[in-house]
């Protein structure tokens, strides 16, 4: 292969050249970090023209089948993570393109998933900004001990969410669809219906991948079917619950608040009603936003185009063949 150009992208914090050493990529290519991210596909397929290998973080910068055909000089995509929807698996491996995942550093988003549930039961935000502004105490904090903690799903973050749980003293019930009771009391929870893992949490915690079986999966219905004053985190993805049968449980007090870091639309839109509730604790999709996440993520994308380069790709991403 010839000297390859290698774009990374999606470097919102403008720390990817130095969080680790990308010296290792200099006897295959030239490594440039691009900082402009225009929204319209004509633009970006210009600017991506000239790379033959394509880094991108998470779900950032979508990579559909309109802009795949627009780069002919694309061979390889490298994400963060072994997931990435934005880009169209199906359309990569049409064109040739070979798509690969990396490492993750495992306990970045249940870490954040606590300190949101903290938050948002001290009602630190209030109190913090009541300080801020030359006040002093504003409300009652609320208490987790003895509380339900509800989990939606419990795979690898889940179990850890529950693990942090029991700590706090709480009772944990959880369901996903193929949850075993095995799985449960492996991690100290009780699996429950989907039904009552609703009607008795008073923290619902969300961890499920979105797919079509899971999107809206969180409706009017099942947070009309909750406590009155039970609280909702989301750090997965936005579209499992149903945003406009959230706000509306929100703006009504039926929910007692939410804590989010994900949403329908990212960046979410300056005039987005979650961002003026009193009652959210909102932050900007950083569940995956650490150090030693990123530190993972890029050290990962470096061996994958190694070892993509001597022409043994490792962690490859592939399309779910249809009706799986």
């Not at 409300?139 to 693990?163: E, P, Q, R």
């Not at 219905?221 to 499992?240: D, E, F, Y």
């Not at 990962?300 to 190694?306: A, H, T």
Request: proline share 4%; aromatic share 6%.
């Amino acid at each position: 292969m010839s000297e390859l150009r290698i774009a990374v992208l999606d470097d919102w914090q403008r720390v990817a050249q130095g969080v680790v050493d990308w010296a290792a990529l200099a006897p295959v290519g030239q490594v440039e970090f691009l900082h402009d991210y225009p929204a319209d596909i004509d633009t970006m397929a210009q600017r991506l023209a000239p790379y033959s290998v394509i880094c991108v973080m998470r779900e950032r910068t979508p990579f559909n089948a309109d802009l795949l055909a627009r780069l002919p000089a694309l061979q390889l995509i490298v994400t963060g993570g072994m997931r990435n929807a934005a880009i169209d698996l199906a359309a990569a491996e049409a064109r040739g393109v070979t798509v690969c995942g990396g490492d993750s550093y495992r306990q970045a988003a249940p870490e954040l998933t606590w300190a949101l549930l903290m938050a948002l039961s001290r009602n630190l935000l209030a109190e913090a900004n009541s300080l801020r502004n030359g006040g002093w105490q504003v409300g009652l904090g609320g208490d987790l001990a003895g509380k339900t903690l509800g989990l939606l799903g419990l795979g690898n973050i889940g179990g850890t969410v529950a693990g942090y749980a029991k700590a706090f003293g709480m009772q944990v019930i959880a369901w996903s669809e193929n949850l075993t009771d095995e799985r449960a009391a492996a991690v100290g929870a009780r699996r429950v219906d989907k039904q009552v893992l609703f009607e008795e949490a008073d923290i619902l915690s969300v961890h499920l991948v979105l797919s079509e079986r899971t999107r809206h999966l969180v409706d009017a219905q099942a947070l009309g079917a909750m406590k009155r004053g039970a609280l909702l985190v989301n750090t997965s993805r936005g579209p499992i619950v149903d945003e406009q049968a959230l706000l509306v449980a929100l703006e009504s007090g039926r929910l007692g608040g939410a804590a989010l870091d994900v949403f329908d639309q990212e960046p979410l839109p300056l005039d987005h009603p979650l961002r003026r509730l009193p009652n959210v604790l909102a932050t900007p999709h950083i569940g995956y936003v650490t150090e030693n996440n990123y530190r993972s993520f890029f050290t990962s994308m470096i061996e994958d185009i190694l070892a993509w380069h001597e022409r043994k790709p490792i962690r490859v991403l592939q399309a779910t063949p249809a009706g799986r």
